[in-house]
């Protein structure tokens, strides 16, 4: 089974940025898409970015494209969510999921794994 570990949330500035980890306990992480998704107080959880396992195929939403960018370094069984120019409605509970899938796919549902979130608080 998988474990994911988030870290590298925290507070920031509007306009900062700051750069996720999420560290896989299983040498099974490489073949699996991975996906980062986000939930607010009071709302669902929402995708925000997911890659494959070779890194080739990348998705974001909307809301994040163009300022977050997914990565992920199979030899240290570790996926990167890069984010920059942060905005307070990016405050959220930041997760990390794997899918036991060859496609990237952008609903929750369709993720098998999760870690159990890091806290991203942006202030104006």
């Known amino acids: 089974q998988v474990q994911l570990v988030e870290s590298g949330g925290g507070l920031v500035q509007a306009g900062g940025s700051l750069r996720l980890s999420c560290a896989a306990s299983a040498s099974t992480f490489s073949p699996y898409p991975m996906g980062w998704f986000r939930q607010a107080p009071g709302k669902e959880r929402e995708f925000a970015a997911a890659i494959s396992w070779s890194g080739a195929n990348t998705a974001y939403a909307d809301s994040v494209k163009g300022r977050f960018t997914i990565s992920r370094d199979n030899a240290k069984n570790t996926v990167f969510l890069q984010m920059n120019s942060l905005k307070p409605e990016d405050t959220a509970v930041y997760y990390c999921?794997?899918?036991?899938?060859?496609?990237?796919?952008?609903?929750?549902?369709?993720?098998?794994?999760w870690g159990r979130g890091t806290q991203v608080t942006v202030s104006s």
């Open positions: 999921a794997a899918r036991r899938g060859a496609v990237v796919t952008t609903t929750h549902l369709d993720y098998d794994y």
